[in-house]
């Protein structure tokens, strides 16, 4: 089992969420966060005091997937996130090693 | 119907002769109420307090960091209500309870003398009292913008209550009270140089005595909900009519033309600053726009009384410019951390509003007419410029030994723990905000 995490531009969650549910997974968990790669920053101005904002808000999505779906989970995601524009984010897998459906205590595979 | 007419006015007239007997002394000989007087500086009142709580205090909230958005809205509430009970008990008094060269006197402490129908010209002296009142109250809130962010509650208090009673209440009388600057003819219709000048020069003083905000000028320490900000701007427009034309004490064509130059005058100087940044830095903001209105309603203050719309019009253009660049170039190049532009907006605009009355209130430039024993608009200026200089020089000597006193007996500053966690946690124990 694999956590696919994605970290996005806010607006493109929508886009993300449904694509996911096309492809047919089911849960998706999304945290507000704030980031920068190599895309610069913002000025922001308040009486006439100028400010260098690096820390953009950005999205963050969480998928746990069976190993089988990870290449095309990994695509379908990157296709709705990407504007093509700096700042698009990325995209980082990690090994799930155990998953619990809270309600009926299912383990593993039951668990996705 | 004629028995009707006997019993609705039989008794009002035995009413009204058990009245005259009851009248207090302090009633002047021909004062008669106005009930239109009366009904406009009723509203008038009410319309000042607005513009404090909530007016200021939510303009001011939202500049501040949301850690401290409480405690500038607690200190705005309990300045009302100090000031509230100061000046009943003997602010007033101090203020206008006679006619001392230097202060009013304690006669009407404890407003003693001042019952149901006492008259002060043509409207009861309980809503002349209250009406002052609701200045004495937005003068020290108005300081509350150069020292947000790091004073100690209980000196705010304490502060504020000598504050009050030494250096606001003696320059109200000698500029409204029949103290002694009343013999050099200077205008100030609504509180130019008493409010403004006084609480900007207060709080220039108070930021440079208390010192920078840990971490400015570098750390970023935007408002943090200009929403809050530009919705207490209007508020302020709103209740600066009753501030401007409450200050006629009469609902009457003076009342009207000052409605009409406050309007004029904060629109002029909000396009001014939004223009001025435009210009310097590529966009017009909101807090810009909220902010160079305000600057044009502290401006037109003193003049209200006596100039007309185009000389409104370009007192409002000058302090939107003047006040923008007073906030932001002055204030970065001098250095002092004025957390709220107290001096950049109240300071400089009431300056500016103050000298420039002196050259609008001339007929010649669409005014009602110089003071009396001025025959031109240098020699009114001149007037002016003293009044501007008394009130710089005594209020800031005056703020800066209670500072003193204060820093002696409480100490003025919150430790640098409290100020990092935040005046809302730390001095009040709440969050603002408890966003789920």
């Not at chain 2, 009723?42 to 319309?47: I, K, P």
């Not at chain 2, 004490?249 to 435009?278: I, K, N, R, Y």
């Not at chain 2, 400089?348 to 001339?362: D, E, M, Q």
């Amino acid at each position: 089992m694999k956590l696919v995490s994605a970290i996005i531009k806010p607006y493109k969650l929508d886009d993300v969420r449904e694509s996911l549910s096309e492809i047919g997974v089911q849960g998706v968990t999304s945290t507000e966060v704030k980031g920068f790669g190599r895309q610069k920053g913002h000025t922001e101005l308040y009486r006439g005091a100028e400010y260098v904002v690096d820390f953009l808000p950005k999205v963050k999505v969480e998928v746990a997937i069976q190993e089988s779906m990870l290449d095309q989970v990994l695509e379908t995601i990157a296709n709705a996130a990407r504007t093509g524009k700096i700042g698009d984010g990325k995209i980082f897998v990690q090994s799930l090693e155990q998953v619990i459906r809270i309600r009926t205590g299912e383990t593993g595979a039951d668990a996705i | 119907m004629r028995n009707i007419l006997q019993r609705l006015f039989l008794p009002k007239s035995m009413l009204g002769m058990a009245l005259l007997g009851l009248m207090p002394m302090s009633a002047m000989a021909g004062d008669t109420l106005s009930s239109g007087d009366t009904a406009w500086m009723l509203t008038a009142t009410a319309l000042v307090l607005f513009m404090t709580i909530p007016g200021l205090s939510l303009f001011y909230a939202g500049m501040v960091r949301s850690k401290n958005v409480l405690s500038v809205m607690m200190q705005c509430f309990a300045i009302t209500c100090l000031m509230s009970v100061i000046w009943a008990v003997y602010g007033y008094s101090l203020a206008f309870g006679g006619d001392g060269a230097m202060t009013g006197g304690f006669a009407k402490a404890f407003l003693a003398g001042i019952g149901v129908d006492t008259l002060s010209g043509s409207i009861p002296e309980t809503v002349f009292m209250t009406f002052q009142m609701t200045f004495a109250i937005i003068t020290p809130a108005l300081i509350v913008g150069a020292f947000a962010e790091r004073m100690k509650f209980s000196a705010m208090l304490l502060f504020m209550g000598i504050w009050v009673s030494i250096v606001y209440a003696p320059i109200c009388h000698w500029v409204w009270g029949g103290g002694w600057l009343g013999q050099f003819g200077i205008l100030d219709f609504a509180g130019g140089t008493v409010v403004h000048i006084n609480a900007g020069i207060a709080g220039l003083v108070t930021a440079l005595v208390l010192g920078r905000r840990k971490g400015y000028p570098e750390t970023m320490m935007a408002p943090h909900n200009v929403t809050l900000t530009v919705a207490g701007a209007g508020m302020l427009w709103v209740g600066w009519f009753g501030f401007n034309a409450g200050s006629e004490l009469a609902a009457d064509g003076t009342a009207g033309m000052a409605m009409a130059v406050t309007q004029v005058a904060t629109a002029a100087a909000a396009l001014g600053w939004m223009f001025a940044e435009w210009m310097r830095h590529g966009k017009p903001s909101a807090l810009g726009i909220a902010s160079g209105a305000v600057a044009g309603l502290v401006a037109i203050t003193p003049a209200s009384g006596s100039v007309g719309p185009m000389g409104a019009l370009a007192i409002g253009a000058v302090a939107g410019v003047g006040c923008f660049l007073g906030a932001t170039s002055l204030k970065r190049a001098l250095g002092y951390d004025d957390s709220l532009d107290a001096f950049g907006v109240h300071g400089i605009g009431g300056i500016i509003g103050a000298l420039l009355t002196g050259v609008f209130s001339a007929t010649t430039l669409g005014g009602s007419g110089l003071a009396d024993g001025h025959d031109t608009i240098m020699s009114q200026v001149i007037a002016q410029g003293i009044g501007v200089l008394v009130t710089v020089v005594y209020c800031a000597v005056a703020t800066f030994i209670i500072l003193k006193v204060v820093d002696a007996v409480v100490g003025l500053r919150v430790t640098e723990e409290e100020e990092g966690q935040g005046l809302d946690l730390s001095s009040h124990d709440e969050r603002g905000y408890i966003l789920q």
